[in-house]
């Protein structure tokens, strides 16, 4: 999924959008995650120059404007990049369940998804993603 894809950025994919654009970079996909807490915003951009890793939430407390703080990774420098599987096959209806994770070292990530998750969680998304990183990180 590309960012403009993403319900939960709500306005703030425009900023991303723009800044990957003026960065020269082409994104091949991204993901984002939501804190159910406090609503702050993971966002990861995998593109062609590296991973743009964002965090979108208030600049100093609660009711303070919020901000979008972005740190780009060359390929060469995210390391440790791991995707997981774990599949069940349910005994009684053989319907099965699967789990995907998505760990990276640095910059520190851990991405789940569930064969029955919607958003952020579910499969698509996070595969679209993990293979972009793993196709460009080599």
């Known amino acids: 999924m590309k960012i403009a894809e993403w319900e939960a950025v709500g306005p703030v994919s425009g900023l991303v959008e723009k800044q990957v654009a003026m960065l020269g970079a082409k994104e091949y996909a991204s993901h984002v995650a939501r804190d159910a807490e406090t609503g702050r915003l993971r966002i990861l951009v995998a593109a062609d120059l590296g991973l743009l890793d964002y965090t979108y939430a208030p600049s100093a407390g609660a009711d303070s404007p919020w901000t979008l703080h972005g740190r780009f990774n060359t390929w060469k420098s995210v390391k440790s990049l791991r ?51 793993i196709q460009s990180a080599g």
């Open 83 to 133: 995707l997981q599987s774990d599949a069940q096959l349910e005994e009684y209806s053989q319907e099965g369940r699967s789990v995907w994770r998505l760990l990276i070292e640095e910059p520190k990530a851990e991405l789940s998804a569930d064969s029955k998750g919607t958003d952020e969680h579910s499969e698509q998304a996070l595969l679209e993603f993990a293979q972009a990183c």
